[in-house]
């Protein structure tokens, strides 16, 4: 089955420990993203990567650090976590970015709670 | 970068067609519109994209005006099953690679 899987899905941690949050798709696509929901923000997009070893901000990049090693696979890290980056989290992946602009395939989420 | 705009939140009564709009006004010539759609506690999945010409598929058609500063997706027939936030996103293909979500539309389905 065609698939973005996160994990975990719920995390509860405190300020300052380092966590990761994984994604994984199983579809060979080249472009992934990270994106946080928050109340009345709707949706906002934390890095985006085109193809392995090719990543870039998006619009809220502050705080957040990814990778991309492998196609399939692009961690969100959290070096530092504070308060505010308190949210629900989705990764997403679509087969290309470009001027055909294919449908992105979102995750479950992932609901993040920093004391 | 792109920015579209939505009205907040829509009602519809259930078998009835249902328009949702969208501003872009900002949009540029290679900006491709896209909608998508989130029900509730999941992640949002897509509904329908487009450039310049309308299109349909099995979930909705998509109304694009002649000057591409708006467009409207068209659900034929709500049902209880549409009741979601419809976000109207732009992608950028001049420079970024990145997608520009708003706040969406709360679409509220009566039985």
């Known amino acids: 089955e065609a698939q973005v899987t996160q994990n975990p899905r719920y995390l509860i941690t405190v300020t300052g420990k380092k966590l990761t949050v994984t994604c994984s798709q199983n579809?060979?696509?080249?472009?992934m993203s990270w994106y946080r929901q928050d109340p009345g923000l709707g949706l906002r997009q934390i890095y985006y990567?085109?193809?392995?070893?090719?990543?870039d901000k998006g619009d809220v990049p502050e705080g957040y650090k990814v990778s991309r090693k492998e196609k399939r696979n692009f961690p969100l890290i959290l070096e530092s976590p504070s308060p505010n980056q308190t949210s629900l989290y989705f990764c997403?992946?679509?087969?290309?970015?470009?001027?055909?602009?294919?449908?992105?395939?979102f995750g479950p989420g992932t609901r993040l709670t920093v004391t | 970068d792109a920015k579209t705009t939505q009205p907040n939140s829509m009602e519809s009564n259930e078998e009835e067609p249902v328009h949702l709009p969208c501003n872009h006004s900002?949009?540029?010539?290679?900006?491709?519109i896209h909608w998508y759609r989130q029900l509730p506690s999941q992640g949002p999945e897509y509904v329908i994209h487009g450039l310049t010409s309308n299109v349909n598929n099995r979930m909705a058609s998509l109304a694009i005006a002649e000057d591409r500063k708006s467009s409207t997706l068209i659900l034929h027939r709500a049902t209880l099953r549409d009741a979601a936030v419809y976000y109207c996103i732009s992608s950028d293909t001049s420079g970024t690679y990145k997608y520009i979500f708003g706040t969406g539309t709360r679409l509220k389905v009566l039985a």
């Open positions: 990567s085109m193809n392995v070893e090719v990543t």
């Open positions: 579809m060979n696509h080249e472009y």
């Open positions: 997403a992946s679509s087969l290309l970015y470009g001027a055909s602009s294919y449908e992105q395939y």
């Open positions: 900002t949009i540029s010539g290679t900006d491709y």
